[in-house]
């Protein structure tokens, strides 16, 4: 199958700071993770795959258009959906206004129609009852909603969602994720999260950036096979270990090479992400 | 209000295109409202017309129900002409608000009086200094990262980020330009001389996009409102003894290179406009 996304060799730097480094990656459709710690370069990556930044070196293709030419850019923004991280509002406008308002920057410009498809998309993240009230006047959680909705605003085919579930709580993060994983029907999403549960519920596929290069690219269950006889219980933090915290029940979780006789554990995404990054910034007690 | 207080009905003619889809806003609005209240104007609408088009009409209608009524900017932009998509990329223009005009307006009033103060001798430098700084500053809080809370949304779209800035640029010019020619008219007593801001507005304005480009749109049009209160205190220390001349940008040579700065600025911004297509204000 062609991939929607196909990058090779992607790389950007920021003065002396190495954002991105020889990433190469493809996607097709359906839900791909991209899992890493803050300041790996997942919301530069983004940005360069979604057009907002030219990579200093390295080549992509989104839907076969080259995004280096002044037209294929347009192509590929014409197919693209993109929420930021932090999304920002006109804070005059309501639900439906801003809505309106992308769906005009991606070229609606037929009143009926374009009202029809925000109509849509408003009632698709589940905002059809609050459509006229301010963005101002909402919840977070319904905020996000609303960026959500101008992502989807023109059935794009490639979606990009920067850490989407930051901020909300329990209950409105269950309810997003729903709608992610029904944005990827039939789609190419590439989510951004450092939240192992996003990934677990609602990738088919996972990539783990760190220092700006790829460290991993495959399935969730291949990450978790990775901490595979690498996560072991014991009564104390095992000092051997490459991280290891406190659990519920009061005893701790290692996770690295275990000791001759440890009580070894089923592994998690959550185990295999954290050998993934080989323990930089990863140990964690509670 | 609904036709039994007013006797209004939806004119004949503006049924017909309403059925057709071709009933453009202000009018459409007019007929929505109407429609939803009026028995009658309805039953002219499904007893007068094609079944297939009145269809496709009530579906537009429900549409437009609960599409929320613009605001008084916007309302007012669409009665002039404006397409509706346009004016609701301007309505988002941060300058275009009431409070930043407002303030706009105060300010060249608060100048234009002190001028008039002095009954129209000399020159009003206060008002000309002051006047082309406030479409520079308009424009510059109109596009970028920090003034536009969905500039990352807008530099992703297809519509082009050029094509965007100049949309505002015009409106922000129009507005602070019109605001400007308000506070001129209260100082008839310096006939044109009072009218010296409007080249140098256009200079400072084009200039500061065009190195927006290479700069970023903080830095750009910070060095050109510095550069101008530079060139203003440099030309004031330079003036002959006679307190009353005008200050060298208000001359008639003055004014001649405020427009070929105008000129080549605008040049300028058009050949580089590719580089408002993607976010460089973290290049700088």
């Not at chain 2, 929505?32 to 309805?42: G, K, N, S, V």
Request: proline content about 6%; hydrophobic content about 45%.
């Amino acid at each position: 199958m062609t991939p929607t996304v196909s990058a090779s060799g992607l790389s950007l730097h920021f003065g002396r700071t190495r954002a991105l480094d020889d990433v190469s990656l493809r996607l097709s459709p359906g839900v791909t993770g991209l899992l890493g710690p803050n300041g790996a370069g997942k919301t530069t990556l983004l940005r360069v795959l979604a057009t907002a930044v030219p990579a200093d070196r390295g080549a992509f293709t989104v839907l076969g258009h080259d995004p280096a030419t002044s037209g294929g850019r347009q192509e590929v923004r014409r197919r693209l959906g993109y929420l930021p991280q932090t999304p920002g509002f006109h804070p005059d406008f309501s639900a439906f206004e801003f809505v309106d308002y992308v769906a005009i920057l991606k070229e609606l410009t037929d009143r009926t129609a374009r009202h029809r498809e925000v109509r849509r998309v408003l009632d698709e993240v589940g905002l059809g009852d609050v459509r006229g009230k301010r963005v101002k006047k909402l919840s977070g959680g319904m905020r996000q909603r609303v960026a959500l909705a101008a992502a989807l605003v023109g059935d794009p085919e490639f979606v990009v969602l920067d850490e989407p579930t930051v901020g909300l709580d329990p209950e409105q993060r269950m309810r997003f994720r729903e709608l992610i994983a029904r944005a990827g029907e039939g789609r190419t999403v590439l989510l951004s999260t450092h939240q192992t549960e996003d990934v677990a519920m609602l990738c088919h596929r996972v990539v783990v950036l760190a220092d700006g290069a790829v460290r991993f690219d495959g399935t969730p269950a291949e990450l978790t096979a990775r901490a595979a006889g690498r996560v072991w219980s014991s009564a104390e933090r095992d000092a051997g270990a490459k991280a290891g915290w406190r659990t519920g029940t009061g005893s701790f979780r290692n996770v690295g090479d275990p000791p001759a006789g440890a009580d070894l554990l089923e592994p998690t995404l959550e185990d295999g992400y954290l050998l993934t990054l080989d323990g930089a910034g990863a140990e964690v007690t509670a | 209000m609904t036709h039994a207080t007013t006797g209004w009905h939806v004119p004949e003619d503006d049924l017909r295109a309403y059925a057709r889809g071709d009933l453009e806003p202000p009018a459409l609005w007019s007929a929505d409202t109407h429609l939803t209240a009026c028995a009658a104007c309805r039953a002219v609408l499904a007893g007068a017309f094609d079944p297939v088009a009145l269809d496709a009409g009530w579906e537009r209608l429900d549409a437009e129900l609960d599409a929320p009524r613009p605001g008084l900017l916007e309302s007012l932009l669409v009665r002039i002409g404006f397409a509706d998509h346009t004016a609701r990329l301007l309505a988002a223009t941060p300058a275009l608000r009431r409070s930043w005009l407002g303030a706009v307006l105060a300010v060249l009033l608060l100048t234009a009086a002190v001028a008039a103060d002095r009954g129209g001798a000399g020159s009003p430098t206060l008002f000309l200094a002051l006047a082309p700084l406030l479409p520079l500053a308009g424009v510059a809080l109109s596009y970028g990262p920090g003034p536009d809370p969905t500039y990352e949304m807008a530099v992703v779209a297809p519509l082009h980020g050029f094509r965007l800035l100049m949309i505002r640029t015009v409106a922000v010019l129009a507005a602070a330009l019109g605001l400007n020619g308000l506070a001129t008219l209260a100082l008839p007593g310096y006939g044109l001389r009072a009218l010296a801001w409007l080249l140098p507005a256009l200079a400072l304005t084009a200039t500061a996009l065009a190195l927006t480009a290479r700069l970023g749109p903080v830095l750009a049009p910070s060095l050109v409102g510095g550069g101008w209160v530079a060139l203003l205190l440099v030309a004031h220390t330079a003036r002959a003894e006679d307190a009353d001349a005008p200050l060298a940008p208000f001359t008639a040579a003055g004014q001649g290179v405020s427009a070929a700065v105008a000129a080549l600025a605008a040049g300028l911004l058009v050949l580089l406009r590719d580089r408002f297509d993607v976010d460089r204000s973290r290049d700088v």
